[in-house]
């Protein structure tokens, strides 16, 4: 796959070299304007702001995934707790904080997918004008902050300026926490933003971790005194880890009082082992797609830099911890179905650590080496601004997709998604409300069909439900979906209808049905569903009775009679004549392995 990726990359690079030529120039004529200190200069801040929501809008999305995440804080707003399905307590999302932010602005009587809309671009706004601040903030006579610039253009990153997901809201929490440490009361509040990180995702406790060591590690570059150990400052760095120290365990009791597990058990349904050879991949297709070809030899180079003041080593410090450790978390773990997600809240930490080194290296660079710098440094911006995208719309390449792509609002008032989820998940909602049930339903996709129903839904990926989470994975594929119920499992689970297809395309039609223009798929026969159903005006459902009738008179194969036998023996369930109607079918069973027999002979 990694071979595939360099020679899709090459093309694409290739055919977009005037654009990138192009961009160069442009990031040229800003850094003249910025030295030529000209009236305009300010205007990068307000530039790259307003580029960035402009870029975000053009992508406006909503994740299904974030609809599991309003499904839960729907429910718990409505007094029901932190559940998907009431009386199911399974922690099936990994963002506490930001699904008990939404449960809070439900109960205030917000709409919860427009808070999250509007809240991702306010992340958006917070990240990069954040990186803006923190270069002005660092860099006397700076009026341009690339960093932010580049960000703005980051295809990637602002491709998760409005998905709903807590993505955004990680990146700006991340931002904050690497600004904060530059005020006079820098440990706290810092330690404070990045404990709030780990409350929207426990794997942000690798950024928390390398933070705090950088701290460490611009002690030990800063200090005066002449033994390392010395230059520690204890009371510092227990300020930085006491917001985590003191809310951590609280939260931890909370969620082992209502969930009674160690991990959430999404972590458990996508962390099944090394998945090394995906993971690597994710990582590389995230880096060099975004224009890491350039802008990581800039950042190597820039973390070479020689020395800076305590703000500026401590970023560059946290940034040559962070990237590789989480991205070998990443690696280890398999990364994740959707591009760039969990490189979000890397590339503001990437950029700013880019653009502080360079900008220090070129002011102490000698007049021959200063023209290779800002070659550099131009063709990174140049890289990253310029997209570069592998995947197409729709489609799912290397166990990716651009999944914006795929869930594109086109209307928020109200609220519409082009997507094939949505459009069934108001079907779906109309309908049973209107033959007043709640059948058991499964999907493989349960955020909008889940947040649209409310139906009891069991998850096809097991992703919010224990039974088909802990279910073996019997080959590794797209993480996060590696799992998939069978019927066993689905029966089990109470289910009587799905959305995905579970039977052989021979005896599938046995289970179709379509009524008041819905289509259906049953997973086994209800009485209950079946009368409600039969209300409808030129319903079609399936019948048991007639639809064996027609299969036996035909006098099929035995094969084609045991896949019948195995589907009824399933779908039956429920049924009042289920071992009479069995019996039929085991009896032509009998009927053919005799002639089968008697031909033999």
């Not at 200090?223 to 880890?241: F, I, K, M, N």
């Not at 519409?416 to 007043?436: M, T």
Request: glycine share 10%; aromatic share 12%; proline share 6%.
């Amino acid at each position: 796959m990694l071979e595939e990726l360099v020679d899709a990359l090459a093309r694409a690079v290739a055919e977009r070299v005037p654009l990138l030529i192009g961009a160069s120039l442009v990031g040229g004529a800003l850094m003249w304007a910025e030295g030529k200190r000209l009236r305009w200069g300010w205007i990068g801040g307000p530039l790259a702001l307003v580029g960035s929501l402009v870029h975000a809008w053009s992508m406006r999305w909503l994740a299904d995934d974030a609809f599991i995440s309003f499904r839960y804080a729907k429910n718990w707003a409505a007094g029901l707790g932190p559940v998907f399905n009431p009386g199911e307590w399974v922690e099936g999302y990994t963002n506490f904080l930001w699904t008990a932010a939404l449960a809070l602005a439900a109960r205030l009587g917000a709409s919860i997918p427009h808070v999250a809309f509007f809240g991702n671009l306010l992340g958006l706004a917070v990240a990069v004008g954040g990186t803006a601040w923190t270069v002005w903030r660092l860099v006397p006579g700076a009026r341009l902050p690339f960093a932010a610039l580049a960000l703005a253009g980051c295809s990637g990153f602002a491709e998760f300026g409005t998905s709903g997901l807590e993505t955004m809201i990680l990146a700006a929490t991340v931002v904050v926490g690497m600004a904060a440490s530059l005020g006079r009361t820098a440990a706290w509040p810092s330690g404070l933003a990045f404990c709030l990180a780990v409350f929207l995702r426990p794997d942000a406790l690798l950024l928390w971790g390398a933070f705090g060591l950088a701290m460490v590690g611009e002690d030990l570059v800063h200090g005066d005194e002449a033994s390392p150990w010395r230059r520690l400052r204890l009371r510092r760095y227990l300020a930085y880890a006491a917001p985590f120290l003191l809310l951590f365990p609280p939260y931890w009791a909370w969620r082992w009082a209502t969930y009674g597990t160690f991990l959430p058990h999404t972590f458990s349904v996508k962390v099944v082992g090394p998945y090394w050879e995906q993971g690597a991949f994710y990582v590389a297709h995230a880096v060099l797609s975004s224009g890491g070809w350039a802008w990581l030899p800039a950042l190597a180079v820039a973390l070479a830099a020689p020395g800076a003041e305590r703000g500026e080593t401590r970023i560059r410090l946290f940034a040559a911890i962070a990237l590789p450790v989480f991205s070998a978390y990443l690696a280890y773990v398999g990364g994740d179905f959707m591009e760039y997600r969990f490189f979000v809240p890397l590339f503001p930490i990437a950029f700013l650590a880019a653009e502080l080194g360079i900008r220090r290296a070129l002011a102490g660079a000698s007049s021959r080496r200063r023209p290779l710098l800002v070659g550099l440094a131009l063709v990174a911006f140049a890289a990253v601004v310029v997209p570069t995208r592998l995947i197409g719309s729709r489609e799912q390449r290397w166990h990716l997709t651009a999944e914006h792509t795929v869930y594109r609002v086109v209307s928020l008032f109200p609220l519409e998604i082009d997507s094939v989820n949505w459009e069934l998940g108001k079907k779906y909602a109309r309908l049973f409300r209107e033959a007043g049930i709640a059948p058991r339903f499964a999907a493989s996709a349960v955020g909008m069909v889940g947040y649209l129903t409310d139906l009891p839904l069991v998850d096809g990926h097991g992703l919010t439900n224990r039974r088909i989470g802990s279910m073996p994975v019997k080959k590794r594929g797209r993480p996060g979906h590696e799992r998939l119920a069978d019927i066993e499992a689905l029966l089990a689970e109470g289910v009587v209808l799905t959305r995905d297809f579970y039977w052989p395309s021979e005896i599938l039609p046995l289970s179709l049905g379509e009524v008041d223009g819905v289509p259906l798929l049953f997973v086994r026969y209800d009485p209950e569903v079946f009368r409600a159903l039969e209300r409808f005006p030129g319903a079609v459902l399936p019948n048991p009775e007639e639809d064996l009738r027609q299969i036996l008179s035909e006098d099929p194969p035995l094969p084609i009679l045991g896949l019948v036998h195995s589907f009824y023996s399933f779908f039956l369930h429920g049924h009042p004549d289920r071992e009479a109607l069995l019996r039929q079918i085991e009896a032509k069973m009998a009927g053919a392995r005799g002639s089968n027999e008697q031909a033999v002979r």
